[in-house]
């Protein structure tokens, strides 16, 4: 911290806490204690019980839960290894290259995700690729909001990467394969963990683009938690987004221990 002051200090505390708290740790709080309780009267449910989480875990919502980590698992690795290759193509080209390449990939991001969800309806609802309908559209659609950060993220670090190591290689006589597949990608590895939790936490969050695609088979958590709460069932919607939030942090703790791992090796 750059406050020397030992009451400075103590007053920057103070003032985060009373900022982070209202904004940010009250709300999901406020989830929490509905996802426990039975009503809501005054300010804070009351009525403390567990049989929301019951249906929570179980039938249609643990389905859920499974759709969307299949969905979130596989847009995470498509978006890692479509990214981590644009990036690597981009370090190698030219500054325009480069400016297009980053343009191209951000462009799902400067869009709200609704537009995307169009964009990707329009294009795979007729021959030859004809998705629609298919959990497969699902995560397309999820693959090109999430790209974007797997490509920024890997194209950081290879900014930062010192060159040395592969110049060492190569002057050794390693190909360019083995350069990459032995050098650059282990360099890598910790910026590609992260980059694949990010990708993973947002797949499982997306809800905009989703409700224009899903199937009826194939229904996602956060599309779940909006039906629940849209028909008025409140303490229900909440226990399930209580149990789409403790999976992801989960999830995200184990990408963490890996991507700490690799940063060690």
């Known amino acids: 911290m750059l406050v020397h002051s030992r009451a400075a200090r103590w007053a920057v505390r103070i003032l985060f806490l009373l900022l982070f708290l209202p904004l940010f740790a009250l709300p999901l709080l406020v989830i929490v204690a509905a996802s426990l309780s039975s009503s809501w009267s005054g300010v804070l449910p009351s009525g403390p019980t567990g049989a929301h989480y019951t249906a929570a875990v179980r039938g249609d919502a643990l389905t859920a839960l499974t759709t969307s980590l299949i969905t979130a698992v596989t847009a995470s690795l498509l978006a890692l290894a479509t990214g981590t290759w644009a990036a690597l193509a981009a370090s190698g080209a030219g500054r325009r290259t480069r400016r297009v390449l980053d343009a191209l990939f ?8 609704v537009v995307v969800g169009l964009a990707v309806l329009v294009a795979f609802s007729k021959p030859p690729l004809l998705l629609n309908g298919t959990p497969s559209i699902v995560i397309v659609a999820h693959t090109v909001l999430v790209t974007a950060f797997a490509y920024q993220s890997v194209a950081a670090a290879l900014a930062r990467l010192d060159p040395a190591y592969e110049q060492a290689a190569a002057g050794l006589g ?22 694949a939790g990010l990708c993973f936490a947002l797949s499982m969050g997306e809800l905009s ?5 899903y199937p009826p088979d194939w229904l996602p958590l956060p599309v779940r938690i909006f039906s629940a709460t849209d028909r008025g069932s409140l303490f229900t919607g909440s226990a399930v987004a209580v149990v789409l939030m403790g999976t992801t942090l989960l999830v995200l703790l184990a990408v963490s221990r890996l991507r700490t791992r690799a940063t060690f090796r």
């Open 106 to 113: 951000m462009l799902p991001v400067a869009v709200p995700s």
């Open 209 to 213: 683009a989703t409700m224009m695609l």
């Open 174 to 195: 390693a190909r360019p394969v083995y350069v990459l597949w032995r050098v650059r990608l282990p360099l890598l590895l910790p910026s590609l963990t992260a980059a």
